[in-house]
């Protein structure tokens, strides 16, 4: 009877950290600013540059919404594109302003995933750009507007948790019935 008891804790344990596993593998890495499709970040750009990369690295994704989102200086929304990523890889956003090229200045590029935000990266164009520390450029960085719930790692944590107690609760009410029936 005990070797039978032991069987499902050790099964429900491997389950815990396979979940685990799965909901902590998919991540964005490595966010960065670029002038080229897949290049190495650059944080400024010269005076009268029409097009930049958001260049990131995603993991075991399934199906996963990620946003992009480009503030300027004063915390207008330049640019915002959605898209949906499954696998792992390497994504280049081309980014352009609506006014042909980015005006001088401090720029804040938020990345969402699954409506949370995963990253800022700040920015400049032009040689006599305002630094992006300045309070507008900070305040870019916050996150607009967040969708109501948990993070899926606190999900996936919380199912752990769950999943422990019940096979607690299996294993004390199986030990209680073996104690009244000997």
């Given amino acids: 009877m005990r070797r039978f008891m032991f069987w499902p804790i050790i099964v429900a344990f491997c389950f815990s950290i396979l979940l685990g596993g799965i909901a902590m593998a998919q991540e964005i890495a490595n966010p960065r600013m670029s002038d080229a499709p897949e290049g190495p970040s650059v944080p400024q750009f010269p005076s ?28 207008d929304i330049l ?7 499954t ?3 390497t994504e280049s956003v081309a980014i352009s302003p609506p006014t042909g090229v980015f005006a001088d200045g401090a720029y804040a590029t938020n990345l969402y995933r699954g409506g949370y935000l995963n990253s800022t990266t700040l920015w400049e164009v032009g040689e006599a750009a305002p630094s992006v520390a300045t309070p507008a450029a900070r305040a870019t960085a916050e996150p607009v507007a967040r969708k109501q719930g948990l993070p899926p790692t606190i999900l996936a944590a919380g199912m752990i948790v769950l999943l422990l107690l ?16 000997g």
């Fill in 87 to 89: 696998g792992s890889g």
């Fill in 166 to 181: 019940s096979v607690f609760v299996f294993w004390a009410v199986r030990r209680a019935l073996a104690a009244g029936k």
């Fill in 79 to 85: 640019f915002e594109e959605t898209k949906k990523y």
């Fill in 48 to 75: 009268g540059t029409s097009v930049v990369y958001l260049v990131f690295d995603y993991a075991n994704m399934q199906d996963e919404e990620v946003t992009t989102r480009v503030y300027n200086n004063v915390g």
